[in-house]
């Protein structure tokens, strides 16, 4: 008996070790989400200044071929006074230049502006890739830290499966049989210490009697209160 009680208390230890593992290993997808998530954030940022130097950079090649335009037509104006006849005719001419003029000026301080910007932008930018570069490789190097983690609990439940599978083997069908209707119904745990009369398994206490007779390793016993399988374990602690 006492070693049947061996067995199923490493069976269990086994099993339980192998329920820690698949809950972590279902939580290492989701970390290379976020990690993913993450860097595609960083990646819409920088791509808004991109596009907002794309606009800049348009509206500058616009205003440079409105400023080429205004030039001509000023050009062709002032053209336009050697051939007046009247000093009316003349006038108007000048007024006419004099608000092209203004047009043209009014454009290339905006441009004056807009090349700041870009500028601005540019230095921006150029820092943010920079950043986004390092986030790469951030991103890289913990995925493929996440990708090892998984390989090596991928070992780690092998090497449990196979424990399972040698524990199960040696343990009588009956035993087995009460193991998985208590683990059933008691969230995957069926065996339990029992330590200063206190079962681990539902923390209360357990006769004295019961305690003593734990003690002996001679039989089977269950707790009164959880029914789990228990034996008696020495913390270490004083008592
Ligand atoms: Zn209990």
Redesign the pocket.
């Known amino acids: 008996m006492r070693e049947q009680l061996s067995f199923l208390i490493e069976l269990q230890k086994v099993e339980t070790q192998q329920s820690r593992v698949n809950i972590k290993k279902k939580e290492l997808p989701n970390r290379i989400l976020k990690l993913e998530e993450a860097l595609a954030a960083f990646n819409v940022r920088v791509e808004e200044d991109r596009k907002k130097l794309d606009e800049l950079e348009r509206k500058h090649r616009e205003d440079e071929e409105k400023l080429k335009r205004g030039n001509e037509g000023l050009k062709k104006t002032k053209e336009r006074l050697l051939e007046v006849k009247t000093n009316r005719e003349y006038q108007a001419i000048l007024k006419e230049i004099e608000t092209i003029e203004r047009k043209n000026s009014e454009i290339e301080d905006e441009i004056i502006s807009l090349l700041e910007e870009i500028d601005g932008i540019k230095v921006v930018l150029k820092t943010k890739e920079k950043e986004l570069e390092t986030h790469k490789q951030q991103y890289e190097q913990g995925k493929k830290k996440i990708e090892e983690e998984m390989s090596s609990l991928d070992a780690d439940l092998l090497a449990c499966e196979q424990r399972i599978h040698d524990y199960r083997m040696r343990i009588n069908d009956d035993l087995l049989k009460r193991y998985e209707t208590i683990k059933a119904v008691n969230n995957g745990l069926a065996v339990?210490s029992v330590w200063k009369e206190v079962?681990d398994?539902?923390h209360?206490n357990i006769q004295p009697q019961l305690y003593n007779e734990l003690q002996k390793f001679s039989a089977l016993l269950s707790?009164p209160?959880?029914n789990?399988i228990?034996y008696w374990y020495n913390k270490g602690e004083n008592g």
Do not use: A, H, W
């Open positions: 339990v079962c398994g539902c209360m707790c209160n959880c789990r228990i």
